[in-house]
């Protein structure tokens, strides 16, 4: 039996824990009872910062595939959409860093082991 990779679980760990943490966050801020500009201004917000999650959930999602199936593709597909992510919405660059490094390391030791 292959062992994991380590830096990938990692990755797949936090990238998780960040992007429930969004969608509480994110869906939360819309809930609230407030007034007409402040639903509109919560509505923007979400609406600004969506493209960023749904990025991060497709990275996630590959992640999880490179994680336990082993392809350093679904690696490197992963770390490109953290990336992409982090463009998307800069202000959260941060949350997203450590796993698009994380993704990038866990793709180079996939193609080494496969070479």
């Known amino acids: 039996m292959k062992k994991i990779n380590k830096p990938l679980l990692i990755a797949l760990i936090i990238g998780a824990a ?3 943490y969004s ?3 994110w869906s939360g801020a819309n809930a ?3 007034t007409s500009s402040e639903q509109l ?7 600004m910062v969506m ?7 497709l990275a996630v999602v590959f992640n999880a595939l490179a ?3 082993k392809k350093s593709a679904f690696a490197l597909t ?5 990336a ?3 463009v998307l919405f800069i202000p959260y660059f941060f949350f997203v860093i450590a796993e698009m490094i994380l993704c990038f390391v866990g793709y180079s030791q996939l193609k080494k082991a496969q070479a």
């Open 78 to 82: 992963a770390g490109i959409l953290y």
């Open 41 to 47: 201004g919560a509505a923007v917000a979400t609406a």
């Open 84 to 86: 992409v992510a982090m």
């Open 23 to 25: 969608l509480v966050y």
């Open 51 to 57: 493209p960023h999650l749904v990025l991060v959930a």
């Open 18 to 20: 960040y992007l429930v």
């Open 67 to 69: 994680t336990f199936l």
């Open 32 to 34: 609230g009872s407030g």
